[in-house]
């Protein structure tokens, strides 16, 4: 198994803890999180294809559409 692979696994495992986390402490982890998935899923593309970096965009999309949602309205100002 690959190191990218192994790391996406441990990213998701810890992004399913953090969410058992009260809100209140999930975001200090979570920022960490959101910073780090991209640059995982490009490590993950540039290994093992653009599918598998397509699967995992769309994973990281879902699992973080409400603080994705709040960035980009706070962006645009209407926040």
């Given at each position: ?39 995982l899923i ?38």
């Amino acid at each position: 198994m690959s190191p990218s692979l192994i790391v996406g696994a441990f990213w998701a495992i810890a992004a399913t803890i953090v969410a058992l986390l009260p809100m209140r402490m999930q975001f200090p982890p979570g920022i960490f999180l959101l910073i780090s998935a991209p640059l995982l899923i490009i490590w993950i593309g540039a290994t093992h294809g653009w599918v598998w970096a397509a699967l995992g965009l769309a994973a990281f999309l879902s699992m973080f559409r409400r603080p994705l949602w709040y960035l980009a309205r706070k962006a645009v100002g209407r926040a």
